[in-house]
């Protein structure tokens, strides 16, 4: 519950279909503008919220046309930072994050929320990790970071990522992650009533040698893989036959129909409401819930922040809250 009718609001980088956004609505936050530079995430975005959605490149917006929020948040692009991609330290996808940094130094928030990928602990030894955080406490906050399971939040997959809050050092109080539950959200749990899905909605592309790597499958009462941005890596159906082991780096079906996760299934998993559309052909929509934080991590970690915020406060007569 807000504190004293309070709604915070929030402004949102980077924000794809809005994975993040949905669930800080669902903690009780209110997102009041919002970028991508994928125009189908800003199609897709619109049909949910009535925020202000601006399409294009962030380095080329005004920070100053950008209003004033209570909090900020942005999961600023992780190709760069991802384990399973190069790496390099010089990849100017890495140097996005400068532009959540000047957001937050322009806007002065009571608080953000930054996400990225495991992979962020250890580039360069640990030598980005702490330029991020540096430059963060430098614009005045008290920074905590923490790498995530979506597993232990009600999220019905294994998947890991680095989360940065942080909180204004003149306010009094301090954010504390959310605690892991216990019970663990299996796929029979998030898909066991469905009807099998339309031809239409998977994707059929061929399995590539990178694909047939390792193990893709699942069971009902086991957790997800993790949901990947490329419609072609996208795990299979637990409705597959698990597949087999040939050696090292290399597995075959069993006998049977094989597919991959539907769209449709890859959004449930990933938390988003059932029923929710997504713009652009299917491989767009794949990306999009591909890239998304999921919504109910993204929900436990926005009442954690709630939870700080309305510590602070509480402590403030009505009449001076945002003075």
């Given amino acids: 519950m807000i504190h004293s009718g309070l709604m915070y609001k929030?402004?949102?980088?980077?924000a794809g279909a809005g994975g993040m956004d949905l669930g800080l609505e669902q903690a009780g936050m209110k997102v009041i503008w919002a970028n991508d530079i994928d125009s189908d995430s800003c199609k897709t975005y619109r049909m949910w919220s009535d925020a202000v959605v601006v399409q294009g490149d962030i380095a080329q917006i005004d920070f100053t046309t950008i209003p004033n929020a209570d909090v900020i948040?942005?999961?600023f692009p992780c190709q760069g930072f991802s384990l399973a991609g190069?790496?390099?330290?010089?990849?100017?996808r890495n140097a996005l994050y400068k532009h959540f940094v000047w957001a937050v130094a322009e806007k002065k928030p009571y608080a953000f929320i930054a996400e990225n990928v495991k992979g962020i602990l250890t580039l360069g030894k640990g030598i980005i990790l702490e330029i991020i955080v540096n430059n963060l406490e430098a614009l005045g906050y008290n920074v905590t970071y923490k790498l995530l399971n979506a597993a232990d939040y009600g999220v019905p997959q294994h998947?890991?990522?680095?989360?940065?809050v942080g909180l204004r050092k003149d306010l009094n109080t301090t954010f504390s992650f959310p605690e892991p539950s216990p019970h663990r959200v299996t796929l029979r749990d998030a898909l066991g009533c469905l009807d099998e899905p339309s031809p239409e909605d998977v994707c059929s592309a061929p399995y590539s040698s990178r694909y047939m790597s390792r193990n893709r499958r699942r069971g009902w009462d086991e957790l997800s893989y993790t949901i990947p941005a490329m419609?072609?890596?996208v795990p299979l159906h637990p409705s597959s036959p698990p597949m087999i082991r040939l050696g090292k780096d290399s597995w075959k079906f069993g006998e049977g129909i094989t597919r991959r996760f539907s769209w449709q299934e890859a959004a449930l998993i990933q938390t988003f409401p059932e029923g929710m559309?997504?713009?652009?052909?299917l491989t767009s929509k794949y990306r999009q819930i591909g890239n998304a934080v999921p919504v109910r991590l993204a929900k436990a970690i926005g009442e954690a922040l709630v939870q700080a915020l309305d510590k602070h406060f509480s402590c403030i007569p009505l009449g001076k809250v945002g003075s």
């Fill in 159 to 164: 998947r890991e990522r680095v989360f940065f």
């Fill in 86 to 92: 190069p790496r390099r330290l010089n990849d100017e």
């Fill in 10 to 14: 929030v402004v949102s980088l980077f």
């Fill in 73 to 75: 948040v942005g999961g």
């Fill in 231 to 233: 419609a072609k890596q």
């Fill in 277 to 281: 559309q997504f713009a652009g052909d």
